[in-house]
Structures are given as structure tokens and as C-alpha cells.
């Protein structure tokens, strides 16, 4: 399972938008959910930590990892793979060195949200000491296509562009080339022509209103098919643990109510 995540479009933004021909070509060969919103709205670094986790800790900044935010929590999806005997990496475009904890040029940190938990950050109450856990798994995004020529991809790839790719600080008009000329690499791969997918999504829309686009890409998706249903960050995690067979974080905001987004695919999302 792939994941990109953009930044700050809403549905109408790119949906029907020239300036985005990449995504609106993709569209017709995959399967787009039309009713998806954000768990939480502005700013960026709750919606990335509920991608992962099913909720935000509490967190609702922008800052760096710092002794305020650490989550000491394990209930997130890289010890679910872990105990799972399952492989992943977090690909950040323009981190440079491994475990980049703090912010610079392009890099983001606060779209890396597995360096927020302890057990992968190394927090010991005073300050970060981060090990193999960290430095293994949370890598530049150079190194995808070293693991996809050389067949060492991970079960699950989350990936993020720098702020000038994924539209945060570039332009929709940049974030399309940087998706056409990077998600084709993705689609040529094994990990992804046997049974993959790949979900291109935005952390929220424009303005705390306007809900954001979903795109999943598949050999098993509906292609060209636009759902109505109404999912949230919460469906997309779920979707991801039955995807890998993990079971479903506790999710709570709102327990009862999500579920994986099966409509999506042409054959039932598999596993918990």
C-alpha cells in the first residue's frame, strides 16, 4: 500500500482544474470518493498524526517534535505492522539525512507524523535519541527508487513532497508534474501491479469548509467510478490496517461509525 500525501487543495480545486491534467487523467482509470473530509481541520500536523494513529493525541499545532508533543502512545500503525512482521518506511522529499526531526528548507517535519511518537523519536524525557527504528524507516525520498529497482519495498509507503510539490507553497500547476512524473515509478512496480494501491490524498481543503480530494489508485479500483459515501481520515486508516491485515486502532472520534472504503474497489478490501 502507497500513500502521497498533498497539501491544502480542496475538491474543486483540482477536480475540473487545467492546471491539474495529471490528476484529472488519473481520475478516469481510478476511483475518486467525492463525500472523503478531514478528521480535523487546519493546521496540517493533526491531520498527518490522525492518518497514522485513527486520532491527534491532543495535538493541535504546527510545531516540531519537542518535549510538549511527544505521543507516548503505541497505538499507531508502525507497531501494528511491527507486530505484525510487517515492513514500512516514511519517504519525505528533501529531508536529506534519516529521522529528520526538525523542519528546514522544504522539508516539513510536521508532514512526518511517525517522528511524533516516542517509540519511534526516542524521547527519554530530555532530549531525542533516536535509533534504527527511526533512522531505518523514516528516509529521504530518494531512496523509493532505490527499493523499487531493487525489489525491497516495504508493505506500507507513506510518502510526502517538500512544501514547493506538494502544493503547499508551489502551485497546483507544480504539484501535477511532480505526481506525472513521479506516480508513474509507483505503477510500474511489482509491489504495486500485484494487487497494490495507491491513495493520493490532500491533509485538508482550502479553507476549513471545503473538504479535499481522495484519489485511489489500483489494479482493483473502479476506474473512473466517483463514490458519494461519506468517509473521513478514519475510513482511510481503516482501508489501510484491512489492506495489511492489521486490526483497526481504536479511532476515537467516532468508534462505531467508520468503516473501510469498499466501495472503492471491485473486490472487498480484505483483512480485519
Not at 208 to 233: C, E, L, M, R, W
Request: net charge negative.
Amino acid at each position: 500500500v502507497f500513500t502521497i500525501v498533498m497539501e491544502n487543495k480542496s475538491y474543486g480545486d483540482i477536480m475540473g482544474n487545467g492546471a491539474a491534467p495529471y490528476l484529472n487523467q488519473l481520475v478516469k482509470t481510478s476511483a475518486l470518493a467525492a463525500g472523503y473530509h478531514d478528521s480535523y481541520v487546519h493546521p496540517s500536523e493533526p491531520n498527518y498524526i490522525w492518518m497514522v494513529a485513527g486520532e491527534n493525541f491532543g495535538i493541535l499545532n504546527d510545531d516540531d517534535p519537542n518535549a510538549s508533543n511527544v505521543i507516548t502512545s503505541t497505538s499507531h500503525l508502525a507497531d501494528q505492522l511491527g507486530r505484525a512482521g510487517l515492513t514500512w518506511k516514511s519517504y519525505q522529499e528533501s529531508m536529506g539525512a534519516p529521522c529528520g526531526l526538525t523542519s528546514h528548507g522544504t522539508y516539513a517535519v510536521t508532514h512526518n507524523p511517525f517522528v511524533y511518537f516516542q517509540d519511534v523519536n526516542g524521547w527519554d524525557g530530555s532530549k531525542f535519541t533516536p535509533g534504527a527504528r527511526c533512522t531505518d524507516h523514516v528516509v529521504d525520498y530518494k531512496q523509493l527508487a532505490v527499493d523499487l529497482a531493487s525489489g525491497q519495498v516495504p508493505d506500507y509507503v507513506f510518502i510526502t513532497p517538500n512544501l514547493k510539490d506538494d502544493m503547499h507553497d508551489g502551485s497546483i500547476a507544480a504539484g501535477d508534474a511532480w505526481l506525472a512524473a513521479e506516480v508513474p515509478k509507483i505503477l510500474a512496480s511489482d509491489a504495486y501491479k500485484n494487487g497494490g494501491a495507491l491513495f493520493i490524498l490532500w491533509d485538508e481543503g482550502s479553507s476549513q469548509s471545503d473538504d479535499p480530494p481522495f484519489i485511489a489508485v489500483s489494479p482493483n479500483a473502479k476506474a473512473g467510478y466517483v463514490s458519494t459515501t461519506s468517509y473521513d481520515t478514519s475510513s482511510f486508516l481503516l482501508t489501510v490496517q484491512s489492506m495489511l491485515g492489521v486490526e483497526p486502532l481504536p479511532c476515537a472520534a467516532e468508534p462505531s461509525a467508520v468503516t473501510p472504503m469498499n466501495d472503492l474497489f471491485t473486490v472487498p478490501v480484505t483483512g480485519s
